[in-house]
């Protein structure tokens, strides 16, 4: 059923079907048209970050950015949801077109821009959802606020989604943000992760519990980079790292259609660079800080390697767009 939906969805242009399918998934999630999606997968209980997910298979951030389909999502049998990305205030993002398929490679160039209705519009979706799981929420800063006001606008983001998330993603690795990537690197990771780890327990503290943070870093740093950025982790005891972001890199689709726009390249072709950085970060961690893993799974040897490479919890996104809910069951029932 869902190869029949996708063939009508792919005739027409990526972002139309994508609006088109979060508008059918929100508006059915409760009515019987739900059989549509709807999947049972067996219990593959991992214990991660002080949570319990039921399976480690995961919906990566930026599907459902504004939380308006948590309900359908979590039908389909994900072991646990990411939302977002979400900034302070709502913008739209970069100019359309922004969304392109390379269906030879089973890959996706975006640059979306978080494009959101800001965090506010979130937390309303997410106190409205019916869904109980595991929830991330993944915070962003705005495209106008300086990069050395960055911070601001995470805690903003922080402080409203808390009591509702039960872990929160910084995302410090999109490449559609202008100047968000250098804050991965130096003084300006330290500073702020520093700050974020502090509002962290002054939130743990008014709340009385406690929400992990997880930092999502992009594919393309080197190795050097690699190493310091697990140092930072380390020194300010960030709960986990999601690994990676899409790249800026373009060998693997060099020549085809799409292939010379501007954004983060995903899907298949991104397998072997994203594992590289999991492989890597686990040696430097060594089992310290859990490693979630995500870019290029789409079948379950691609996310068994993932698991073997290092990571603790999976995350699809692009496998999902051309394969749809089957990807899960496939992968989960055979674990």
Not at 303 to 321: D, E, M, N, P
């Amino acid at each position: 059923m869902y190869n029949l939906a996708r063939q009508w969805l792919f005739r027409k242009d990526p972002e139309q079907a994508h609006d088109i399918s979060m508008g059918l998934l929100k508006k059915y999630a409760h009515s019987p048209l739900a059989w549509f999606w709807r999947q049972k997968v067996k219990t593959k209980p991992v214990h991660v970050m002080g949570i319990e997910f039921p399976n480690p298979v995961g919906l990566a951030a930026g599907l459902d950015k504004n939380a308006d389909c948590i309900d359908a999502f979590a039908q389909m049998g994900f072991g646990f949801l990411e939302v977002g990305t979400v900034t302070p205030r709502p913008q739209p993002g970069n100019p359309k077109p922004r969304l392109f398929r390379i269906e030879q490679k089973q890959a996706i160039i975006n640059r979306m821009g978080f494009n959101n209705h800001g965090v506010d519009y979130l937390v309303e979706q997410v106190k409205n959802a019916q869904f109980r799981g595991v929830l991330g929420i993944n915070i962003g800063k705005n495209k106008d606020t300086p990069d050395a006001e960055a911070l601001s606008d995470y805690i903003i983001c922080m402080r409203k989604v808390y009591p509702f998330a039960s872990y929160i993603t910084v995302n410090i690795s999109s490449p559609n943000t202008p100047g968000l990537r250098s804050l991965q690197h130096g003084e300006a990771l330290d500073q702020l992760l520093a700050g974020l780890k502090k509002e962290q327990m002054a939130l743990t503290t008014k709340h009385g519990k406690y929400v992990p943070l997880a930092v999502k870093i992009a594919p393309d740093l080197s190795n050097e980079e690699i190493k310091q950025m697990a140092q930072a982790l380390l020194k300010h005891e960030i709960d986990a790292v999601i690994a990676t972001n899409t790249t800026l890199s373009r060998e693997a689709v060099k020549g085809l259609p799409f292939a010379d726009e501007a954004g983060g390249l995903s899907g298949a072709v991104l397998f072997e660079q994203s594992t590289a950085v999991v492989r890597q970060l686990s040696v430097l961690l060594n089992q310290k800080i859990p490693i979630i893993a995500v870019g290029g799974i789409d079948s379950y040897s691609s996310a068994k390697a993932k698991l073997a490479a290092g990571a603790s919890l999976v995350q699809v996104y692009t496998g999902f767009i051309y394969q749809g809910p089957k990807l899960i069951a496939d992968i989960v029932n055979r674990l």
